[in-house]
């Protein structure tokens, strides 16, 4: 029988676990002790990584929920003998209602004031466990029972050792499981801007708050776990500076990385008991001097691995070959039933757009039906783009009527225009580059799965996961972009980029597609392809909006043209139409002469 060869990233896995577990029984006192507090620390950095390494959303107040659990715990088991298991529950739901408030207070900011919120309420916390006398003030609170498990009592860091380091790598892996999901690629939109995630019907309101609320969790167990280890607790360990320190450990690691979040609470952890012991000798008097080491480590970090270590060390590993194989086969995803050819799919009375002074769309009207390609034309800055905003719900009119199917659609999210059956891509491509194309493509296809978060943590979602990823592959197929199925979206041409756009908005459904300028960047024999798909999606029955600035391309293809000029329609027919149009020609395609 052969023996399958582990891979290197594997063999390093394994000796990793086999340390975890043998380590106790030989490491001296000393370094158990500090090996528990990598993975407490770790814990709530792992949590950073989800906020802020893939939501893109930055806090400084981690260690306040940190002190949540710790409090938590720490008054009910001393004042009422509550059982520690139990209050578990209590700090986790104490904390899941103190992140959902602060949450929908504190995500509605952005910018630099999103951060500047997360320190005021982390100080807030940090004072309030300080002033209030039944939670001992700032002397604390001791005699905290130890937590029993299966009838043995963890009294010891060596067999609180285990505890933290099974809840450590348990939430390590929910988070794998969690980002290589539906939901998953959701929260990975979130850093690279709401508008094409909202388009693509991602509620991403609702993905702020659940990775603020897993993160706060995170940090929730930590301190439970930090509490019953010590048997003590006070507010030292929750103020601000600690929570800024855990932003440390979470970017010098790696981020976006879960395993950057176990780097950098180690090397921080480690490097900090070693500076406290040096630094004094060297300068020959106490402080808190490793803080300013931190500091200008951050510094060179920022400049010189700005994606934390843990890029560096995986790049050490030796990469083993990876042949690509086909997305693996799974039951296609239920299709929309498409409207009759000939039936109005869009109608826009009167659509007015305004930006302060500015007014950008001026009683504008078109219609789409299905079945038919619309192209909708004009000189740069005629407020074309603008009009696709409206239509799809990122930026609503400031007045008129635009109805989807016979709903009227103006002021509605642009989400929920999307899962009437409405896809789009953009003038400036909005994919994330890190992510493969067919990630991004799947994407489009979030609002055709059900599953929840909890789900994808525990991967209960696999088969409706496959039949995502099967529907990307296929539309990936469809465009003609299969050998790039793998790639990095980023590394791809413009042209081609436009083309996974096409892509992603064909994987939501949809039985209107508006495409802005999606030949821009093109060859010609890519544009003729592009030209037959959407003859081919036409003639199944879709309706098509068009910008385009290629008029051989338009002309060749469209049904009816609109043309607009400085925010207004100037004229519409057909194609044959609009080229002797006069006023068109003096406006846009060179005049009569």
């Not at 929910?174 to 690279?192: M, V």
């Not at 995986?314 to 000939?342: D, F, I, S, T, Y």
């Not at 909006?545 to 008029?551: A, C, I, K, R, S």
Request: proline content about 4%.
């Amino acid at each position: 029988m052969m023996s399958a060869k582990l891979s290197p990233a594997r063999a390093i896995l394994a000796a990793f676990l086999l340390f975890l577990v043998t380590g106790p029984l030989w490491l001296p006192e000393f370094h158990v002790t500090l090996l528990n507090y990598i993975g407490l620390y770790g814990l709530v950095a792992l949590g950073l990584v989800l906020l802020t390494g893939v939501g893109g959303l930055t806090s400084f107040g981690q260690a306040a929920f940190v002190g949540l659990g710790a409090y938590t715990t720490a008054y009910l088991t001393t004042a009422y003998g509550v059982s520690p298991w139990l209050t578990l529950l209590a700090g986790l739901g104490l904390t899941l209602a103190f992140a959902l408030c602060l949450g929908f207070i504190t995500l509605r900011l952005s910018g630099h004031f999103l951060p500047l919120g997360t320190i005021a309420w982390g100080i807030s916390l940090y004072f309030l466990f300080g002033n209030l006398e039944w939670l001992g003030g700032h002397t604390g609170m001791t005699g905290i029972p130890a937590v029993s498990l299966f009838g043995l009592e963890l009294k010891d860091s060596r067999s609180f050792f285990y505890l933290i380091w099974v809840v450590l790598l348990g939430a390590m892996l929910a988070t794998r499981n969690l980002l290589d999901s539906r939901e998953g690629r959701a929260i990975r939109a979130l850093k690279g801007g709401t508008v094409m995630a909202e388009a693509m019907g991602v509620n991403t309101a609702r993905s702020k708050i659940v990775i603020f609320t897993v993160a706060a969790l995170y940090a929730c167990v930590s301190g439970w776990l930090y509490a019953h280890l010590q048997r003590f607790v006070n507010p030292t360990p929750f103020s601000i500076n600690q929570g800024v320190e855990f932003l440390f450990m979470a970017v010098i690691g790696g981020v976006a990385h879960v395993w950057g979040a176990v780097v950098g609470a180690g090397l921080i952890t480690v490097l900090k008991q070693w500076l406290q012991d040096l630094l004094p000798e060297l300068l020959g008097q106490s402080g808190n001097f490793e803080v300013i080491v931190f500091g200008l480590m951050m510094i060179f970090v920022l400049h010189r691995a700005r994606n934390g270590l843990w890029p560096a060390i995986a790049r050490l590993v030796p990469a083993q070959k990876q042949e690509r194989h086909a997305v693996a086969a799974a039951e296609p995803l239920p299709r929309r039933q498409m409207p009759a050819a000939g039936t109005v799919l869009l109608q826009a009375e009167g659509v007015t757009k305004r930006f302060g002074g500015l007014v950008a769309n001026k009683d504008m009207a078109l219609t789409v039906q299905a079945g038919e390609v619309m192209a909708l034309i004009g000189p740069n800055g005629a407020g074309k783009s603008t009009m696709f905003n409206c239509i799809s719900g990122v930026n609503p009119p400031s007045e008129g009527r635009i109805s989807f199917l016979g709903q009227p659609v103006a002021g509605l999210e642009a989400r929920d225009i999307a899962r009437l059956g409405l896809s789009r891509t953009f003038q400036h491509v909005r994919l994330l580059s890190g992510m493969t194309v067919l990630e991004n493509v799947a994407i489009g296809a979030h609002l055709r799965g059900r599953h929840n978060y909890l789900a994808a943590g525990l991967r209960l979602e696999r088969a409706e996961e496959a039949r995502l990823l099967a529907e990307a592959a296929r539309q990936i197929e469809r465009v003609g972009l299969a050998e790039h199925m793998f790639d990095a979206a980023g590394s791809l041409a413009l042209g081609k980029q436009r083309i996974v756009e096409i892509a992603r908005a064909l994987a939501a459904d949809p039985c209107l597609l508006l495409l802005d300028e999606p030949a821009a960047g093109l060859r010609y024999l890519e544009k003729q392809a592009l030209a037959e798909l959407l003859r081919k999606l036409r003639g199944e029955g879709m309706g098509i909006l068009l910008v385009e600035h290629d008029m051989d391309f338009v002309m060749g293809l469209a049904d009816r043209v609109v043309v607009m000029e400085f925010g207004e329609k100037l004229a519409e027919g057909l194609p044959e139409e609009i080229q002797k149009n006069p006023a068109v020609l003096e406006a846009y395609l060179g005049g009569v002469e």
